[in-house]
């Protein structure tokens, strides 16, 4: 691991910020959520972004903030879900450090995101048929992103943190994915 980023990736609801946060914290390191450090320079919310800009905007917005948060090292950095959408930022995450999928199950993220007003994305009709579809479309993604895959399930932060501290040190150990 040495002094590369660690980024988190993964659906929303798959408990990037608080095992970002908790593992940064286990690792003495600092921390950065995206999706925050976006709020912070525009003044504004997530969902306000995509409101006025769209998606493509923010996405615009989103891959900007990852390449300034790369230009430092050592972080743990937790990332928008939808991050993995751009090519470029795939491979500049990869290039930059290690890339932890937190992979989670539907029944999970449904449940961790139903009742959240602030996600633009599941503002519509049928949430969670919407959240099916971007799993679907975003899986691979995460996989063609990630040096290491960890399960995120109904198990605790610190269990979790404990589990990808593990993945981490086998792949850097050169273990096959860190499962």
């Not at 408990?15 to 908790?22: D, Q, Y």
């Not at 969902?47 to 743990?76: N, P």
């Not at 048929?129 to 895959?149: F, M, N, S, T, W």
């Not at 960890?150 to 198990?155: L, N, P």
């Amino acid at each position: 691991m040495g002094q590369s980023n660690i980024f988190l990736v993964g659906m929303m609801g798959a408990g990037k910020t608080t095992i970002g946060r908790a593992l940064a914290h286990r690792m003495k390191r600092p921390f950065v959520d995206t999706d925050r450090a976006l709020v912070d320079r525009t003044g504004v919310a997530v969902a306000t972004v995509f409101e006025i800009e769209g998606e493509d905007g923010f996405r615009k917005r989103e891959s900007a903030v990852l390449r300034e948060v790369c230009e430092e090292q050592g972080q743990v950095v937790a990332t928008g879900g939808g991050i993995v959408l751009a090519e470029e930022n795939r491979r500049v995450m990869r290039e930059s450090g290690i890339v932890v999928y937190l992979r989670a199950r539907l029944e999970s993220l449904w449940e961790r995101t139903r009742q959240d007003a602030s996600r633009p994305l599941l503002a519509t009709p049928d949430p969670r048929g919407r959240l099916a579809e971007l799993l679907q479309q975003r899986e691979p993604l995460y996989r063609d992103a990630a040096h290491v895959i960890v399960e995120s399930g109904s198990q605790s932060a610190s269990t979790l943190v404990n589990r990808v501290l593990a993945a981490l040190r086998a792949h850097e150990s050169g273990a096959v994915n860190g499962q």
